[in-house]
């Protein structure tokens, strides 16, 4: 998993103050108004750190079922299986290959 640019693009630059995740041709787009704006290159370890936590999170989002945003409340047997064959088709879907899940 990466960290996208709006567009659906791999984010590679961090822009504004508020640290907007921009790929290359977007962070272009944002420097070429009339105000200057702060813009700071992603190293590669943060991308994938930040992956990294990401994936965890959804390996075990993936792993407890959670019902909606009740985190007490979790999926069990067919329901269960469909949520996480939900999320395994949806990575699928976009291309997204996650360790322990789907890969
Ligand atoms: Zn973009």
Redesign the pocket.
């Known amino acids: 998993m990466h960290i996208n640019?709006?567009?659906?693009?791999l984010?590679e630059y961090e822009v504004y103050d508020h640290r907007e995740p921009?790929?290359h041709?977007?962070?272009m787009d944002a420097i070429s108004g009339k105000y200057q704006v702060p813009v700071r290159r992603l190293e590669v370890e943060e991308t994938y750190l930040e992956n990294r936590m990401g994936n965890e999170k959804l390996v075990s989002t993936y792993n407890k079922a959670p019902v909606g945003c009740h985190p007490t409340t979790k999926w069990v047997g067919e329901g269960k299986e469909a949520f996480q064959d939900g999320i395994t088709t949806t990575l699928d879907m976009l291309g997204i290959k996650i360790e322990g899940l789907n890969e």
């Open positions: 640019c709006g567009c659906g693009r984010a921009h790929c041709q977007c962070m």
